[in-house]
């Protein structure tokens, strides 16, 4: 039985620049409650502009011209993400959908640790918890993304760009959204790194049940970790299917083009985010002596 968290209908964004930009027409699709939604597309087919639409995150010259997002509740009720305004937005924003963007991990203040990054987070939505109680929730917060929690006192720059990255999904998921929308949020990482990152979502998305919508140009990738994959070109959604079906049987001639531009698809691929056995993945020596850096850093 279908239960969507997240329904997108009929969505149309336009950019008025010195000739209008249809960066998005028309778009209707649903995320279903604790799925990952793979969204695929070249560069500059409005992904972004989806993402920053359904967040509320869209500036002038970009300019809704129909349609709207509606959020179902776990709770039951339904709130159009259109009506929402001020610090009911924002609070929405923080609790119920949470976003990471690529480059995320450089958006922490430099001069502040860590600690205070987070704890920010919870003196402003949560109040109602003592020093103490925030300190433990910092705590287990990072544990969960797989950061050592002395690293709460670490400034960012005394982190590696992965684990940054790690503590910006940390900050996203302090309140328990129901929905992340991550928009290459992984694309800046080495390979390595970056399916660590991967499995980790995929673990903490099974434990905790958010949705997850996720956005890159890495259709392999999206393979690997999406339930249901969107692909998207020149504004509308022109296939959307299971990640499988899609992989195996691509119905539109953009996405058997869009399969057929990434050689390293037709070896045998998939199994290992999913399953989490990551150490069934060989790595090469550089690959090895990256991880082992990694983990001792962490
Ligand atoms: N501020 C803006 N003003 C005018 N046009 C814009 C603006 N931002 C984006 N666009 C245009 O809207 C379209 C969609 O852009 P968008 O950034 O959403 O694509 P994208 O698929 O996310 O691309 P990328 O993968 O490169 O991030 C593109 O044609 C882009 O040039």
Request: include cysteine.
């Given at each position: 039985?279908?239960?969507?968290?997240?329904?997108?209908?009929?969505?149309?964004?336009?950019?008025?620049?010195?000739?209008?930009?249809?960066?998005?027409?028309?778009?209707?699709?649903?995320?279903?409650?604790?799925?990952?939604?793979?969204?695929?597309?070249?560069?500059?087919?409005?992904?972004?502009?989806?993402?920053?639409?359904?967040?509320?995150?869209?500036?002038?010259?970009?300019?809704?011209?129909?349609?709207?997002?509606?959020?179902?509740?776990?709770?039951?009720?339904?709130?159009?993400?259109?009506?929402?305004?001020?610090?009911?937005?924002?609070?929405?924003?923080?609790?119920?959908?949470?976003?990471?963007?690529?480059?995320?991990?450089?958006?922490?203040?430099?001069?502040?640790?860590?600690?205070?990054?987070?704890?920010?987070?919870?003196?402003?939505?949560?109040?109602?918890?003592?020093?103490?109680?925030?300190?433990?929730?910092?705590?287990?917060?990072?544990?969960?993304?797989?950061?050592?929690?002395?690293?709460?006192?670490?400034?960012?720059?005394?982190?590696?760009?992965?684990?940054?990255?790690?503590?910006?999904?940390?900050?996203?998921?302090?309140?328990?959204?129901?929905?992340?929308?991550?928009?290459?949020?992984?694309?800046?990482?080495?390979?390595?790194?970056?399916?660590?990152?991967?499995?980790?979502?995929?673990?903490?998305?099974?434990?905790?049940?958010?949705?997850?919508?996720?956005?890159?140009?890495?259709?392999?990738?999206?393979?690997?970790?999406?339930?249901?994959i969107a692909v998207m070109r020149a504004g509308?959604?022109?296939?959307?299917?299971?990640?499988?079906?899609?992989?195996?049987?691509?119905?539109?001639?953009?996405?058997?083009?869009?399969?057929?531009?990434?050689?390293?698809?037709?070896?045998?691929?998939?199994?290992?985010?999913?399953?989490?056995?990551?150490?069934?993945?060989?790595?090469?020596?550089?690959?090895?002596?990256?991880?082992?850096?990694?983990?001792?850093?962490?």
């Amino acid at each position: 039985m279908s239960s969507p968290v997240l329904s997108i209908e009929n969505l149309s964004i336009d950019y008025l620049a010195e000739t209008t930009v249809h960066a998005v027409r028309e778009v209707s699709l649903t995320l279903e409650r604790g799925e990952i939604l793979g969204l695929a597309g070249e560069s500059g087919c409005g992904k972004s502009t989806l993402a920053y639409a359904i967040t509320r995150l869209l500036k002038p010259p970009a300019r809704v011209t129909s349609g709207r997002v509606v959020f179902s509740s776990r709770e039951g009720y339904d709130v159009d993400l259109s009506g929402l305004a001020g610090d009911d937005l924002r609070a929405f924003r923080w609790d119920k959908i949470a976003m990471v963007f690529q480059g995320a991990m450089n958006s922490l203040n430099p001069v502040l640790r860590i600690s205070e990054q987070l704890e920010d987070v919870y003196l402003t939505h949560r109040p109602e918890l003592t020093k103490a109680e925030r300190r433990i929730r910092c705590g287990e917060l990072l544990e969960r993304v797989g950061v050592d929690r002395n690293r709460l006192r670490a400034y960012p720059h005394e982190l590696s760009g992965g684990m940054r990255q790690r503590v910006m999904i940390a900050m996203a998921l302090a309140l328990e959204p129901q929905v992340l929308i991550m928009d290459e949020p992984t694309t800046a990482l080495d390979v390595v790194v970056q399916r660590e990152i991967l499995l980790e979502i995929t673990r903490l998305r099974a434990e905790l049940g958010f949705a997850v919508i996720f956005i890159t140009h890495d259709l392999p990738l999206l393979l690997e970790i999406s339930d249901r994959i969107a692909v998207m070109r020149a504004g509308l959604i022109v296939e959307l299917d299971d990640a499988l079906t899609l992989y195996t049987k691509p119905k539109h001639p953009y996405t058997r083009r869009l399969l057929s531009s990434f050689p390293s698809l037709t070896g045998e691929r998939g199994g290992f985010v999913r399953s989490g056995d990551l150490a069934s993945v060989e790595l090469d020596e550089t690959e090895q002596t990256i991880e082992a850096v990694e983990m001792e850093s962490r």
